[in-house]
């Protein structure tokens, strides 16, 4: 599995996540960290998709995904040890969890492969 097929919907998830948390509470901090995590992760996805069209690999791409969800692992993982509640921190914290352990798999594995070109 590629890692752009991961991080869209993860860079989505966590825009909208953003949004709803600022129209619901006002919370600026969730606007600007759901956001903007979630939109650096769909532009990281993106230059991922393009590198792969050129049967390349982007490992800044994958690098900058990792950090992302290795910040947020963290951070949301402290914010469900101080309030205990299991959402949005403790469900952000598992999925950016997830999350990392995959990109780090990818990373590992040398990143996406191509399927042998059709002669």
């Known amino acids: 599995m590629h890692d752009f097929c991961f991080t869209f919907p993860y860079g989505l998830l966590l825009?909208?996540?953003g949004l709803i948390g600022f129209l619901r509470k006002k919370s600026v901090a969730s606007l600007a960290g759901?956001?903007?995590?979630g939109l650096l992760l769909?532009?990281?996805?993106?230059?991922?998709?393009?590198?792969?069209?050129?049967?390349r690999n982007s490992y800044a791409a994958l690098v900058l995904e990792t950090v992302c969800a290795?910040?947020?692992?963290?951070?949301?993982?402290?914010?469900?040890?101080?309030?205990?509640?299991?959402m949005p921190a403790g469900i952000l914290a598992?999925?950016?969890?997830?999350m990392t352990g995959f990109y780090i798999y990818k990373i590992a594995t040398g990143g996406n492969h191509f399927a042998a070109k059709a002669e």
């Open 94 to 98: 598992g999925i950016s969890a997830l």
């Open 15 to 17: 825009v909208i996540g």
């Open 34 to 37: 759901g956001a903007g995590a």
């Open 70 to 86: 290795a910040v947020l692992t963290f951070v949301m993982g402290q914010r469900y040890v101080q309030t205990s509640k299991i």
């Open 42 to 55: 769909v532009l990281a996805g993106y230059l991922s998709l393009k590198a792969f069209e050129k049967r």
